[in-house]
């Protein structure tokens, strides 16, 4: 179809692909490795296990508020959470084993805690994501692995919508960053200072705050890069504060 082509069959997609990779000449794809690989398959399995012990939670909280609620069906609810989070304990420890393993995911998981609101789980999640990707990305090309990119929608005069996120990325990288970056908000005072100039320019409230998520995954991944321990003042600068 991209050379106007009348037919679609595999030999002529196999021979548009040779051409592309013959005049584009794309950089050899690095594998990550098979503990890279076996942490962000624990890291997966742990975030859908603790959404489905939130949604437990859930129907908990719900059933004890009934007052005429089987204690059978309540009992059930518990136990359910128990077992999950005796999965997700298990789990856990898997991953901190595979990070122990391996000198540089030590060092990454310990640069990471530097920060305010990243805890042992949360750099799991994160590590779990980040490691798997090539080391030459630069942190614009992160974010937009994240879904963390602005995307604008304008055409002529007539269409000119606000800017949005994409969130056409990762949603676990997302989700990771969400807690931290509050946190950051309420207790780092470089993030807070940014968060608030941001909202006194007119951003809405979600917006500064994924503004200081999309920081925090800058902050992150350039500890990866230069195995440093994260540092807000290298992310967030001293004119927010001085407002």
Not at 74 to 87: P, T, Y
Not at 134 to 152: M, N, W
Not at 191 to 217: E, H, N, S
Request: with cysteine; charged share 25%; net charge positive.
């Amino acid at each position: 179809e991209l050379k106007l082509r009348g037919s679609k069959t595999d030999g002529l997609d196999a021979a548009l692909l040779a051409e592309y990779g013959e005049r584009m000449e794309p950089r050899r794809w690095v594998p990550p490795t098979q503990t890279q690989l076996a942490l962000r398959d624990l890291g997966r399995q742990i975030n859908r296990l603790t959404a489905a012990r939130t949604q437990a939670k859930n129907r908990l909280h719900a059933l004890q508020a009934k007052g005429m609620t089987l204690p059978l069906l309540i009992d059930d609810e518990q136990e359910g959470i128990a077992a999950l989070d005796r999965r997700i304990q298990r789990l856990t420890q898997a991953a901190q084993a595979l990070i122990a393993e391996c000198e540089t995911l030590t060092a990454h998981h310990a640069n990471m805690t530097a920060a305010k609101g990243i805890g042992d789980a949360t750099a799991i999640a994160l590590l779990a994501e980040l490691c798997v990707l090539p080391r030459e990305l630069k942190a614009p090309q992160v974010s937009r692995y994240a879904g963390l990119d602005v995307r604008l929608t304008q055409s002529g005069t007539s269409v000119n919508r606000p800017a949005r996120l994409s969130k056409a990325g990762n949603a676990y990288l997302r989700a990771a960053l969400y807690m931290p970056a509050m946190c950051a908000v309420r207790h780092d005072p470089r993030a807070k200072a940014f968060y608030d100039a941001l909202v006194a320019r007119g951003k809405k409230k979600i917006q500064a705050q994924c503004a200081v998520m999309r920081k925090y995954l800058t902050g992150l991944w350039a500890c990866m890069q230069s195995q440093t321990p994260f540092d807000s003042s290298l992310l967030f600068s001293d004119e927010h504060m001085n407002a």
